[in-house]
Structures are given as structure tokens and as C-alpha cells.
């Protein structure tokens, strides 16, 4: 998978993509993500990105020219599956999303600043609009990297044990069952009995038990859909 992400503050994603398993990933050669600085693509001599807006509203625009140049050079080179906003107002991203997307090849992800982008750009070259949550970010860069980790971490072979990311909440529309590690009692608190007996089908029977109970309390809506 290549994924392209296109931004005005490129170092920003810098370490994000530097470290643990995103570093591991692109090492391994299961994705390739490739940052581009948007002001690489302005005609203008003060690589400005921005204008303002028409109609005199409060804060500037991202202005389509650097961003359809970017783009189209992208697109010259290679088919995209999809053509990613990042936006407060964009559909939810949640897990059936990044499932979905794990499964594309190309992807190009903007992301947005100030006020937003030219609609015009949204009109043209976006294919798909995604908001990571119902609150506003001072830009898209860390919903990029929110989605693209979502993502990355589902190919195969990135993360260590296969079935991992398999068992992460959300799979199954399920909330993950509590986990424990050493030591099997803190201060008088112990791990369950269920989970140092061995018994491998009576485990898997609580943890199931456990994920619905947990999914049942914090996220009932997860159980309708
Ligand atoms: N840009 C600003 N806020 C955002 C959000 N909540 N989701 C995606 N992109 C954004």
C-alpha cells in the first residue's frame, strides 16, 4: 500500500511516522507513505497556501491551485483508490472504515488548515471526506495520522502476532475484554481465577462474555447496528 499525504506543516508528521510500528511497517515494505510539502506547489514567490475568503468571513481558505497541482502530479503517476479530506464535517471514521480502506492500494490524504479548503477542491478531486471525531483539530494533519495508523496497523504482516489486530475493539462491533499481566495479585487485587486456570475454551467463553458485558455498559449503540 502507498499512502500520499499531502500538508502545509510536513514535519509535523514527521515523527509520528518515525516510530514503532508506522516505523516498522515502512521498513518491513508493507506501506510506503510518502509526505508533500503543499508549498512545494505554489506558483507564488511567498509559497502562500491560503487567501481570503470571498464574502469576508472570518479566517483564510486553502486555495485549489497548489492542491490540484499536487494532486493531478500524483495522479499522473499512479491510479489513487481514493482521494481522502480530512474534515470535522466528513463522515465518522470508525472501524468498518479503516477495514475498508486497509484493503485499497494508492491513497491520498489531505489535509486541511485555517478555515478549510476551497470547496471547489472538495467538488473536483475529493473522493471521500472523513472527520475523526465531533470536535475540531487546529488542522488535519493529526487526523491523518490517526487514520493512516488505523489503517496500517490492519496489513497484513505489521504487527507481530496476525491475529492481534483481530481481537482489537470495534472488531465485531464488540468493545475488547479487560486484559492483566504480572503480577497475578497487586495489593490484594488478583487477576481472575479463569485466566491462570489453562483452560483455553472456558478463557475464550469469559473474554467474550466480558467484551459484551463491557459493550453492553459503555457503547450499547455498538450492539444495534
Ligand atoms: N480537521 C480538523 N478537525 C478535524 C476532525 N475532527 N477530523 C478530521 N479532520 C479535522
Keep these: 500500500m502507498r499512502i500520499d499525504i499531502i500538508t502545509c506543516l510536513p514535519r509535523l508528521l514527521d515523527s509520528f511516522f518515525a516510530h514503532s510500528i508506522l516505523q516498522r511497517a515502512q521498513q518491513g515494505g508493507y506501506v510506503e507513505v510518502i509526505v508533500h510539502d503543499l508549498r512545494d506547489y505554489t506558483a507564488d514567490k511567498h509559497r502562500r497556501v491560503d487567501d481570503y475568503a470571498f464574502g469576508g468571513a472570518a479566517g483564510m481558505v486553502m486555495q485549489i491551485e497548489p492542491i490540484a497541482r499536487c494532486i493531478r502530479s500524483l495522479q499522473a503517476e499512479r491510479t489513487y483508490d481514493d482521494v481522502i479530506y480530512m474534515t470535522p464535517d466528513g463522515e465518522r471514521l470508525n472501524q468498518r472504515t479503516t477495514n475498508t480502506l486497509s484493503l485499497r492500494q494508492n491513497l491520498i490524504i489531505l489535509c486541511g488548515h485555517y478555515k478549510g479548503v476551497d470547496e471547489r477542491v472538495r467538488e473536483l478531486f475529493i473522493t471521500k471526506e472523513i472527520s475523526i471525531g465531533d470536535y475540531v483539530l487546529s488542522g488535519g494533519e493529526l487526523a491523518a495520522c490517526v487514520l493512516s495508523d488505523a489503517i496500517i496497523r490492519l ?15 470495534f472488531q465485531d462491533n464488540l468493545l475488547a475484554p479487560p486484559v492483566y499481566t504480572r503480577p497475578a495479585e497487586f495489593e490484594g487485587h488478583r487477576v481472575p481465577d479463569i485466566l491462570l486456570s489453562g483452560h483455553e475454551a ?6 467474550h462474555e466480558q467484551a459484551l458485558e463491557r459493550t453492553r455498559v459503555r457503547r450499547p449503540d455498538l450492539l444495534d447496528l
Design 155 to 169: 496489513l497484513p504482516g505489521v504487527l507481530n502476532d496476525e491475529t492481534s489486530a483481530l481481537t482489537d475493539s
Design 202 to 207: 472456558k478463557i475464550d467463553e469469559w473474554r
